[in-house]
């Protein structure tokens, strides 16, 4: 079971989660909403090498904790994973795009300067903003785009540029997210929760609920349940 998209450090009771998921076999890639984050949620992996941390600092707040750039600047070289970064268009959120392209690019650069990085990207209601940076920031690592929500075109065009998407089950149940689902070549998925912001029946979904995926994602691709459990597998250990 693979969880691309996790905030562990959110969940009331993030120890008790990190035991389940290392006893259930849950391979999770620990998201940041902001680099002052980093030290306590890296901690949570500890002891846990299927757990990998990443630095990020979301756009929904990136107005309220730019000042933290210069904590990421000092982490990002010795991180393997930033995330989650990108950029929000939605109502409520709008009008602090230019702050949040800012330090998007900021992040970027940096991130490229280091070297690159596998990067878990947020990219509601500003896809084409979302491309147009990366497009900037060549070798900047391998985006994986979280939770899409874009259009046909848009898609086509993140898979041109080699974007993967980690995909979750509100898509996958999703009439959009199916027909996406349709255009993604297979290689390039891989599956998350977005826990505990995304809910199931209201109930916060926990890493190992990845398992959810499974079925839909086999019956989207004609394939047995085996068979789509066993491709996110090599997608992610190719990756
Ligand atoms: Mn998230």
């Not at 693979?2 to 905030?7: L, N, R, S, V």
């Not at 995926?213 to 066993?230: A, D, K, R, T």
Request: contains cysteine; aromatic residues 8%; neutral net charge.
């Amino acid at each position: 079971m693979i969880d691309m998209h996790c905030h562990l450090d959110l969940y009331k009771d993030p120890f008790h989660v990190v035991a389940e998921a290392a006893k259930k076999g849950v391979s999770i890639l620990s998201v940041t909403t902001t680099p002052s984050a980093w030290n306590g949620t890296f901690a949570l992996a500890k002891g846990h090498s299927c757990i990998k941390t990443a630095l990020g600092l979301h756009p929904q707040i990136a107005h309220q904790r730019y000042n933290e750039l210069n904590i990421f600047d000092e982490l990002v070289p010795n991180v393997e994973f930033v995330g989650e970064i990108g950029l929000e268009g939605s109502a409520g959120w709008k009008e602090h795009l230019p702050i949040q392209t800012k330090v998007f690019r900021h992040i970027l650069d940096k991130t490229q300067k280091a070297g690159g990085r596998t990067m878990s990207i947020h990219s509601r209601s500003a896809v084409t903003l979302v491309l147009d940076e990366l497009e900037k920031y060549p070798d900047a690592g391998v985006p994986i785009m979280h939770w899409f929500t874009g259009t046909k075109t848009q898609v086509k065009r993140a898979i041109d540029f080699g974007c993967w998407f980690s995909v979750n089950l509100p898509m996958i149940r999703s009439k959009k997210g199916q027909s996406l689902l349709k255009i993604i070549p297979k290689e390039r998925v891989l599956t998350e929760t977005d826990g505990p912001f995304a809910k199931y029946k209201r109930v916060p979904l926990n890493p190992w609920d990845v398992s959810l995926c499974n079925e839909p994602l086999s019956e989207i691709w004609g394939v047995s349940q085996e068979e789509s459990q066993n491709q996110v597998q090599d997608n992610f250990n190719a990756l």
